[in-house]
Every structure is written in structure tokens, then in C-alpha cells.
């Protein structure tokens, strides 16, 4: 299994500024994965966070909007940059071990107004 | 295009009582197949991985089957509790690079 610390586990925010989310894993990946979850629906990948490298964006996002750092092999942030309302969704962030089981942080319930 | 579906959309069904959760996808190529459960406003629980070279997965009361070939896995839970209501989610991964498709879940309620 797969420790994962995810913050903040909610917040509200303003329109048009920015949250910054952060997971914490309790032993190195190679990829973490950023996922969002609007209201009823299931889960759409955001992004991969490659250590060393640029995250790779899923067709439909973009990094002005989501920057993403993976300073390291236990670490990574999501910035949801200018929110609106239609930001409000469920972040998640996760990571892949052994034999390819996925593991979730707690997720980060964001509400914009 | 790999398109993950699950069955029903919604369930509810006294304390009790045995029931299966079903999730289908159209492309049998898959490396492997997972079911989770998430309960309102929260994150995902990993309940049961399926390797392709498997046929089933248990823990506990739940047991989860996979058919390659016809496209489809269930979720068995056995003598469901109100503990159990929660949403589960079915995901295939598609290949080796480790990215998941999702269904949309079924909405489970036991009630006491």
C-alpha cells in the first residue's frame, strides 16, 4: 500500500485567484497523478508529474491553468490558477506501486465563489 | 477507445443481502482492472486489483471476477452492511503506462 498526505482537504476560494494543492508520499514514484471530479461525475486525469520533468497534460487542460511541480520523488503540488465556479470539483492525486494497484490521496474538496 | 460502463447507475437494498455490481469495457487488451470505493466528499479506497492473467480477487466479504473476453468484471459483496454504502468505482488500465479509465460508479445504499 501507499501512504498519501493530501492539502488542504477543502477549501473556498474567490474567483479569480489561486489554491494550491499538495501530496506527500510516503516513499518515492516515478509518476504521480493529478485527477479532478466535478460534481457527479468520475474521475478525469489532469495531468502526469514526472520528477525532473514537465507534468504531461491530458487534451482538455492546460499548464497556465494547472501548473504542476514535482520537486522531488515523494512530492508534488496542483495549482488551480484564476479559478471560477466551474473549478469546484474534487482534486485527487495518486500514485501507481507494485503490480499497478492505485492509490489515492484523500482529496482536496474545493468550492469556489 | 476504451469505454468503461458500470451497472446499475444506483442500488439500494436492505442490510443483508448479497449483491453484484458490474462493470463493463470494450477493449479487452487491458493490463489490469481495479475496483474502489468512495464515500461521499472524499477520496478513493483500493478495494480489489485484477491482473489480466486472473480471474478473481477476494478480501473479506468482497470478491471481484474478471472475464477478458467478454469485456466485464462484478463485484461480489456478501451480506452487505450500512457500513458498505458508499459509491465503487470500476477502472481498467489500458496499457503500461499506468493511465486509468474510469466508469461512472454505482451508487450503493444498505439500509439498516
Known amino acids: 500500500s501507499a501512504v498519501i498526505s493530501q492539502k488542504p482537504s477543502r477549501d473556498i476560494c474567490q474567483r479569480g485567484t489561486s489554491l494550491t494543492i499538495q501530496c506527500q508520499v510516503d516513499s518515492q514514484v516515478t509518476m504521480m497523478f493529478w485527477y479532478r471530479q466535478q460534481p457527479g461525475q468520475s474521475l478525469t486525469l489532469i495531468a502526469t508529474a514526472n520528477q525532473g520533468s514537465e507534468a504531461t497534460y491530458e487534451s482538455g487542460f492546460v499548464i497556465d491553468k494547472f501548473p504542476i511541480s514535482r520537486p522531488n520523488l515523494t512530492f508534488s503540488t496542483l495549482t488551480v490558477s484564476n479559478m471560477s465556479p466551474e473549478d469546484s470539483s474534487i482534486y485527487l492525486c495518486s500514485v501507481v506501486r507494485t503490480q499497478g494497484s492505485t492509490f489515492f490521496g484523500q482529496g482536496t474538496r474545493l468550492t469556489v465563489v | 477507445k476504451q469505454e468503461v460502463t458500470q451497472i446499475p447507475a444506483a442500488l439500494s437494498v436492505p442490510e443483508g443481502e448479497n449483491l453484484v455490481l458490474n462493470c463493463s469495457f470494450t477493449?479487452?487488451?487491458?493490463?489490469?482492472l481495479q475496483w474502489f470505493r468512495q464515500d461521499p466528499g472524499k477520496g478513493l479506497t483500493s478495494l480489489l486489483l485484477i491482473q489480466s492473467s486472473q480471474r478473481e480477487q477476494t478480501s473479506g466479504r468482497l470478491n471481484a471476477s474478471l472475464d477478458k473476453s467478454s469485456g466485464r468484471s462484478t463485484l461480489y459483496i456478501a451480506a452487505s452492511q450500512p457500513g458498505d454504502s458508499a459509491t465503487y468505482l470500476c477502472?481498467?488500465?489500458?496499457?503500461?503506462?499506468?493511465?486509468?479509465?474510469w466508469g461512472l460508479g454505482t451508487s450503493l445504499a444498505v439500509n439498516p
Open positions: 477502472a481498467v488500465n489500458a496499457g503500461n503506462n499506468r493511465k486509468l479509465i
Open positions: 477493449d479487452s487488451a487491458i493490463y489490469n
